[in-house]
């Protein structure tokens, strides 16, 4: 399973550059199996050591996220999600329906052109 952290918002302050919300994405792929999560992260300037903002790399602002949320806790539940879609525990329907390959079958042929 892979997983791709992203980055892709922070709000700063416009005094100093503090960076106060970081939002991200999380996205897991098992083949054909796909899970995400977006989110944001808040910091305050006790929480973290100043660095100017235009100094700050992607990676490391993932490092804080994956810090704050604990990166193992987030990856297993998309891995839990993924597992879910392969093997469900609930379906929907309607038992009166037409199943979809059933509806196929029964669907009447299309009469000749006159």
Partial sequence: MNFTWNVVQMDRL???GFVVTVHYT???VDGQFTASTYGTVGYTQEDKSYKPYDELTEAE???WVQDSLGKNTVEASLTAQIEAQKNPVQKAGLPWAPQPAQ???E???EAPAQ
Wanted: charged letters at 5%.
């Fill in 103 to 105: 509806a196929l079958a």
């Fill in 107 to 109: 669907t009447p042929a």
């Fill in 61 to 63: 602002v993932v490092g």
């Fill in 14 to 16: 416009t005094s100093d």
């Fill in 26 to 28: 999380v996205n897991a």
